[in-house]
């Protein structure tokens, strides 16, 4: 596994979001007062980006529909699935978000 630079810290505000290619997936890096995580910018209920979701605590939700995700595990809240989103491993080194990531 690949420990990659994805962004700097200031890119993503506390409060945010940003999705980005890596190793040819969408990644989106969030950013909350509990850390940045990182998952697959793709909800498993109707595969629609996660970008731009609202966050809360360690949460997102879907923009398309608001189905919740914990952004530690990836796991969903409710009844609208029950299919995990990918998560990945994130470092901050200095003031760089860096991923754990297989590349092709």
């Known amino acids: 596994m690949a420990n990659v ?8 505000p506390v ?3 940003r999705a980005f290619e890596v190793g040819g997936r969408s990644i989106l ?4 007062s509990h850390g940045v995580f ?3 910018n793709q909800c498993s209920h109707a595969l629609q980006p996660l970008e731009g979701g609202k966050m809360k605590a360690v949460h997102i939700f ?7 995700f914990d952004l530690r595990d990836g796991s969903p809240t ?3 699935t029950r299919m995990k989103i ?6 901050i080194e200095g003031d760089q978000i860096m991923l754990g990531i297989d590349l092709p």
């Open 15 to 17: 409060g945010t979001n």
């Open 29 to 32: 890096i969030a950013r909350t």
């Open 86 to 91: 990918r998560t990945w491993p994130v470092s």
């Open 62 to 68: 879907c923009p398309l529909h608001g189905v919740r």
């Open 78 to 80: 409710g009844n609208t």
């Open 38 to 40: 990182a998952v697959d």
């Open 5 to 12: 630079r994805v962004a700097a810290l200031d890119d993503i």
